[in-house]
């Protein structure tokens, strides 16, 4: 008997301790609608990035006979828009743009507004004080009319849409990394850091970031269903994506004479930025749920 405990007891100390990131994969795991939400998004960017070889109709090639089919036509599963384009391919391949600059200026916005942050919350004093009265300065504007600004201003396209959607978003995760930095530059940790000799430099790539990184990266997660409306609302208004791209929001637009005739295939593109948006949260909130060690 003793023997077995003992046995048990040697096999229970060799056991490797789940890592942080193992038991976050496990936590988003067992959450079936955080996984609902990333199988959706997924099958979404797979199948955009994809539909060349999905054997798809020309999004681009228009008839003026087959204009505004119907759902179910044959031939053309989701109908035509008002131009006569297939809308099964034109919502696959708008997936692209409207997914690419709802995704990238957050990815953009992280790494600048991280590093902003991390910068003037561990340095602090005057190089703080610049940085986050610059902060400010774009606080004072709505996010929406913000990138309507910007983008009025660089004019329609997507490389201004990038650039827009990054400068309204490198803000708030900026005012997110300095608080936490803030917080974490306090600690007991830091200081036998410092007191070893190390320079700054290594102590924020030492100890500073690993520590801060995941709360910035789950707020810059929550951002992203926030910057894929804000990018189908600048196409929407005719200062984003120009046509004839494919892009949801600027397919709302141009579906939105047909709303009378064909309601169901001018609310398409809006169901399709609902459902992707509603995903993102979703799983931005799983994510930080699993991600909060202290629950």
Known sequence: MALAETENMQGAKTEKPQGYWSGVGSRVVRDPVSMI?????????????????????????????????????????????????????????????????????????????????????????????????????????????????????????????????????????TRVAEAVTSGVRALDYIDAARATGANAWTVIRVHVIGNVLSPIFVYATSLTSVCMILAAGLSFLGIGVRPPEPEWGLMLNTLRSAIYINPWLSALPGVMIFITSLCLNLLSDGLRSAMNVRD
């Open 37 to 173: 939400c990333f199988a959706v998004v997924l099958l979404l960017i797979l199948s955009a990035i994809f539909a060349p070889y999905l054997g798809l109709a020309d999004p681009y090639k228009g008839s003026m006979i087959a204009r505004l089919k119907p759902l179910g036509t044959e031939g053309h599963l989701l109908g035509t828009d008002e131009q006569g384009r297939d809308m099964l391919a034109r919502l696959i391949y708008g997936g692209r743009l409207t997914l690419f600059i709802g995704l990238m200026p957050v990815v953009f916005a992280f790494f600048i507004g991280s590093a902003l942050g991390i910068v003037a919350g561990y340095v602090g004093g005057m190089t703080n004080t610049i940085i986050m009265r610059i902060v400010d300065v774009f606080f004072a504007f709505p996010s929406v009319l913000l990138a309507i600004a910007i983008s009025g201003a660089l004019g329609a396209g997507i490389v201004n849409s990038l650039v827009s959607l990054t400068i309204v978003f490198i803000p708030p995760i």
